[in-house]
């Protein structure tokens, strides 16, 4: 079993750069690979970056270049930095963890970018 609680959503202008985290408890020594997804209003959730147990990093096209996923293992946490934000980043964002064939997941939380 494992449990996933996202913090640091916000309100944010178009330009600015957020930090959401991922604090992870449980069965961690089982997780492979850690991702985040988001769901905008009306969309369906989409794969956003991912992080491999070895630290490798791949990212949506939409967000190449904008944003970095990273993970620490010793505080049990996945960060995924976000700058030059646009409008269309609006969305809850979830993590998720990859434990063999399951996907855990957080609640998410609610990143905002006016223009």
């Known amino acids: 079993q494992v449990t996933l609680v996202e913090s640091g959503g916000g309100l944010v202008q178009a330009g600015e750069s957020l930090s959401v985290s991922c604090l992870v408890s449980?069965?961690?020594?089982?997780?492979?690979?850690m991702v985040w997804h988001r769901q905008a209003p009306g969309k369906q959730r989409e794969l956003v970056a991912a992080?491999?147990?070895?630290?490798?990093?791949s990212y949506a096209d939409s967000v190449k270049g904008r944003f970095t996923i990273s993970r620490n293992s010793a505080k049990n946490t996945v960060y995924l930095r976000m700058s030059s934000l646009k409008p269309d980043d609006t969305a809850i964002y979830y993590c998720?963890?990859?434990?063999?064939?399951?996907?855990?997941w957080g609640q998410g939380t609610q990143v905002t970018v006016s223009s």
């Open positions: 998720g963890a990859e434990v063999g064939n399951r996907v855990y």
């Open positions: 992080v491999s147990e070895g630290g490798s990093a």
């Open positions: 449980g069965s961690v020594f089982s997780i492979r690979t």
